[in-house]
């Protein structure tokens, strides 16, 4: 074990939201730009103080599966149901469509064509989803409209990663996906039936104790879901989504108040913990030399960026409120072209499988790092300017 590594990792996670308090005076950046970025300075490529290791990668594995977990159970598909959804999954089937056929035309290799094309197809919903959050934006047209482009926008891809990258056969890969959409279904199902009332009372009589039910449920469910997805060889993500929507499922049983409660502690083990761990070992794994390694891998990296607002960004104007302003729609357009988790995800297995080159890969990696420092900011400025422009706050039903 690398001590220093062990010791820095915590030290870079408290420094990050200290220099994110400290840069917010002048503008708001979102947190995990300084995680990414602190880890990349202390990383290999720069100062060489940490060390990816086994026991910190098992850590930012398990904080991405909890970053896809909360990003599952705040899914209120009630409120985006009809409209937004219909429209989000149609704009995010013109987004595949379109980088798929620019991806194929200039790639290589088809099956470098498809890996570009499905991580430029992606949306970061665990990224923006707290951006929201804090802005009091979850529970308006304009929050609902980009959570359902980001919902979309993040299982789309893990559906594409599952059936294309796969490794199998089309048809084997069908096969799979739909076997673990039945377990992870009836689950929901059964998690859907009935109050569940001993269950909630369990949860409800541990939430102060050392028992901690509710957690100990949580993780499990997490687990076994991930489990069964890695089983099936499909990728973990996909089973971390489904346990997000399975405990929401569940949990709507409960009382509100229990709830918040238990929405706190995750977000305190999520938030406070091992995302922050997965963020910083993304930082670790930039290949900050072969970036630069020629000019035109340079080059790649604001094509990339331009491509993720072209390709994914402009399609999620279908899902707009009605009456939206010119700059709630150019905000829907910037939130809809943040992505970061979904592209790690899938240079890491292009790479695995020697699909994709190095500077490909971190010029794809470079371009997602950068939509989530720049276009979440761009946009709350777009939202600000029409909420000061109506006279309203964020909270407000204005649209």
């Known amino acids: 074990m690398d001590n220093h590594t ?4 915590p030290l870079i996670a408290v420094a990050a939201p200290m220099l994110a308090a400290l840069i917010g005076r002048v503008a708001v950046v979102p947190l995990v730009v300084f995680e990414i970025v602190l880890g990349i300075v202390a990383g290999p490529s720069v100062l060489g103080w940490i060390q990816p290791n086994e026991f910190i990668s098992t ?11 909360v990003a599952g159970s705040e899914i209120d598909f009630a409120a985006i149901k009809g409209r937004p959804l219909i429209r989000a999954g149609l704009g995010w089937l013109i987004s595949l469509v379109a980088a798929l056929a620019l991806g194929i035309a200039l790639a290589p290799r088809l099956e470098a064509g498809v890996f570009i094309a499905i991580a430029l197809a992606s949306t970061a919903l665990g990224a923006i989803l707290p951006v929201l959050r804090d802005a009091g934006e979850l ?7 980009v959570t359902a482009i980001g919902a979309v926008g993040e299982f789309g891809p893990l559906l594409a990663i599952s059936l294309f990258l796969s490794g199998r056969q089309f048809d084997i890969s069908l096969a799979v996906v739909i076997a673990f959409a039945l377990v992870a279904g009836v689950a929901i199902w059964l998690a859907g039936r009935g109050p569940h009332e001993r269950l909630h009372g369990l949860v409800r009589a541990t939430l102060h104790s050392s028992g901690q039910f509710a957690v ?32 929401r499922v569940f949990s709507s049983g409960a009382s509100r108040a229990d709830r918040e409660v238990i929405e706190t502690k995750i977000e305190a083990i999520a938030f406070g913990f091992l995302v922050p761990i997965f ?32 390709l994914r960004g402009l399609p999620g104007l279908l899902v707009a409120p009605p009456g939206s302003s010119w700059a709630d ?38 371009a997602g790092m950068l939509s989530v420092l720049l276009f979440p900011l761009i946009a709350l400025a777009q939202r600000r300017r029409h909420l000061a422009r109506v006279g309203a706050f964020p909270d407000d039903d204005e649209l």
């Open 216 to 247: 100990r449920l949580i993780l499990f469910i997490v687990a076994a879901l991930v489990v069964l997805s890695l089983v099936l060889g499909l990728d973990m993500l996909l089973g971390a989504f489904a346990a997000g929507i399975l405990w």
């Open 139 to 145: 529970q308006t047209p304009f929050g609902r409209a």
């Open 279 to 310: 963020f910083i070992v993304t930082g670790m794994n930039f290949d900050l030399a072969a970036l630069v390694a020629t000019p035109l891998t340079v080059l790649l990296v604001p094509a990339f960026l331009a491509l993720l607002f072209i």
């Open 6 to 9: 062990l010791l820095l990792v």
């Open 59 to 69: 850590l930012a594995n398990v904080g991405l599966a909890l970053l896809f977990f």
């Open 329 to 366: 729609r150019r905000a829907t357009v910037l939130f809809g072209s943040t992505s970061l988790p979904i592209i790690v995800a899938v240079t890491t297995i292009g790479q695995r499988e020697h699909f994709l080159s190095s500077g490909v890969a971190t010029a794809l990696v470079a």
